[in-house]
């Protein structure tokens, strides 16, 4: 049985199946090169002889692209162009045959034509020949017309049909030569690009070149053979050679001997690191000696790897050396300097260890001393005092100033032993750092000083924003919590020794103004200030005040004009130091603006390493 045939029930486009076909036409059109076309005097002469041929007075050769009409060769017309809605020729474009209308007005085909009905033209007899291509490319035509009807032989139509294929051939000339004009445009095209890139590729081999020149590390390569192909200065410097650049010519004098890493072992052919970069695909941080026959040594660092294309073959290899013989030297020097300071730094252990020992003795014989020299001091004030209470009117003038002096010295004594046992115990005591409230550490500073700084204004005044200030020898502020971390007995002393010294070497031109205030430290910890309005120090002193028993001269005068005696026993600043130093810090004395002494002491968050609980400097 029959299978019957399956209709498809959907309407086709004739314009969808012609596409491809219009595309592959249009392309072929484009390819013959419209414009030299229409210069082609061949062309011309062409249409001269079909208008002949038949009798007309108008002959064309007429093109179609996808919009347009292009007249590129007319007789009795004009060239140009015109719409492709409007061109006779886009009617019959799918017949093959010549196409003869006598009388176009009356053929419903042609006679909307703006070439019929007087818009461009008055065309009553109309006659083309199709221009088809071997690939068979429907161009346009070779039209002939006449303003009156007309009827055309059959050998007139045949002719005209030879005559189209004469164009046809003259068109594919056309096509030729442009291609071949294409072809050449490229050639001078990959031409030029081939002497540009020659060009960069030169220009590219002399910038590496220069490159290479200048390096101070030394760059060799060779080929896939092991041929040498590059050696920079630097190189060819390494190995003793002349000046210049490029590897040794083949066959010459070997300039050199390389060596191993110990610069005594011959360094074998296999282990040179430039064949075994080619030959292990690569080579790191080699250590080897190049001993030039003329001159020193050099140790170099060598590095480097194969060379390989894009398919993976070996093209060759290339290694960079660098000169670390200077390096090594200061390593060996380093190494020797280190060995001395190992051997000095226990020496140095030893020596420390024994000032420390030494120093802890001294320290314990001072407050033993001190102590035992305070007792009997005790006793000369005690018996001094007592003769004169009761001998005093018996000693008579001159007696009772004898025993006044010596009562004074014997006094004198007593600070400075007082002073001694002071230093002492800041550096033999116990150390803990804690929060301690610098307030309330100032009052009872305060306290202790008594008389002395009952007409004094003595202040503490916080960095934080809203602290008041005091007088009459009140400590004001007190109740700010202003915590800082120190040990609370030796930051008493501290204090104690330079409010204190404030105190006592006050200016007689002003009241006296002392300012305790902290700030903290840009790395941690904090800072401790104590500035007066007193006398000051000189600036060529504010260093050596801080050694024991140091006692500079006042930096103001006295009234009248003669310079002021400094009282004291250089002691209460040694003492001070040896404080902040067994916190880790550091102390100084600055100028306080409008004249007096500014003590910095400073107190970082962890003491240094190195720096010992009981560091400072002692009696010795």
């Known amino acids: 049985m029959t299978r019957p045939a399956v209709v498809d029930p959907r309407p086709r486009d004739p314009r969808a199946a012609a596409a491809p076909a219009e595309a592959a036409r249009l392309a072929a059109l484009r390819a013959h090169d419209l414009p030299a076309a229409a210069a082609d005097p061949e062309l011309d002469a062409l249409v001269r002889v079909a208008a002949a041929l038949v009798g007309v007075p108008t002959a064309t050769l007429d093109l179609l692209d996808a919009t347009r009409q292009h007249r590129v060769a007319a007789v009795g017309a004009a060239r140009g162009g015109s719409e492709r809605a409007e061109s006779l020729g886009a009617r019959d474009l799918d017949d093959p045959r010549v196409v003869h209308v006598p009388d176009a007005r009356r053929d419903p085909r042609y006679a909307t034509s703006a070439w019929v009905d007087g818009r461009l033209g008055e065309v009553v007899l109309h006659a083309a020949a199709p221009l088809v291509t071997a690939e068979g490319h429907h161009l346009g035509s070779l039209c002939v017309g006449d303003v009156v009807p007309r009827e055309l032989s059959a050998d007139q139509l045949e002719r005209l049909r030879d005559l189209a294929g004469v164009a046809t051939a003259l068109l594919g000339r056309h096509r030729r030569t442009g291609e071949q004009q294409r072809l050449l445009d490229e050639v001078e095209e990959q031409r030029a690009l081939a002497e540009l890139t020659l060009g960069e590729l030169q220009a ?96 170099v660092l060598v590095t480097g790897r194969a060379l390989h294309d894009d398919e993976g073959r070996v093209l060759g290899a290339v290694v960079a050396m660098q000169d670390i013989t200077a390096d090594r030297a200061r390593i060996a020097a380093l190494e020797q300097a280190g060995e001395q300071l190992r051997h000095q730094g226990g020496e140095l252990a030893a020596a420390v260890a024994e000032l420390r020992r030494s120093n802890e003795e001294l320290v314990h014989l001072a407050a033993v001393a001190s102590h035992d020299l305070a007792s009997p001091l005790t006793a000369v004030l005690g018996y001094l005092e007592l003769v004169l209470d009761v001998h005093g009117e018996a000693l008579g003038g001159q007696g009772r100033e004898w025993m006044a002096t010596a009562v004074r010295a014997a006094l004198r004594m007593q600070g400075l032993i007082e002073a001694v046992l002071d230093h002492a115990r800041a550096g033999s005591t116990g150390f803990s750092v804690r929060p301690v409230l610098l307030p309330d550490v100032l009052a009872h500073v305060v306290e202790d000083l008594g008389p002395a700084a009952d007409d004094a204004d003595i202040a503490f005044e916080p960095t934080a924003p809203g602290a ?153």
């Open 204 to 299: 590219r081999e002399e910038l590496t070149q220069a490159l290479l020149d200048s390096l101070e590390v030394g760059v060799v390569a060779c080929d896939a053979d092991g041929a040498l192909t590059a050696f920079n200065p630097a190189a060819r410097r390494f190995h003793g050679m002349d000046a210049g650049s490029g590897p040794p010519p083949a066959g010459s004098a070997p300039t050199h001997v390389l060596y191993d890493a110990d610069g005594r072992t011959p360094l074998e052919a296999g282990r040179v690191p430039l064949r075994r970069a080619l030959a292990e695909g690569s080579v790191r941080d080699a250590e080897v000696v190049i001993a030039p026959r003329d001159g020193d040594p050099v140790r």
């Open 468 to 620: 008041g200030g005091g007088a009459g020898g009140t400590c004001a502020g007190t109740g700010v919590e202003v915590e800082t971390r120190a040990d609370p007995v030796l930051l008493r002393q501290l204090l104690q020794n330079l409010v204190g010294n404030a105190v006592r070497y006050r200016s007689p031109l002003r009241p006296c103004r002392v300012r305790v205030s902290t700030r903290p430290l840009p790395g941690g910890g904090w800072e401790l200030l104590v500035a007066d309005n007193g006398r000051g120090i000189p600036a060529g002193q504010r260093e050596q005040v801080f050694a024991m028993f140091a006692v500079a001269p006042l930096g103001e005068e006295r009234p009248g004009g003669t310079p002021a005696a400094r009282p004291g026993h250089g002691i209460g600043l040694a003492t001070c130091l040896r404080i902040v130093e067994r916190h880790g810090g550091r102390i100084r004395a600055e100028e306080t603006p409008g004249g007096g002494a500014t003590l910095r002491c400073t107190f970082p968050a962890a003491r240094p390493a190195g720096a010992h609980p009981s560091a400072g400097p002692s009696l010795s």
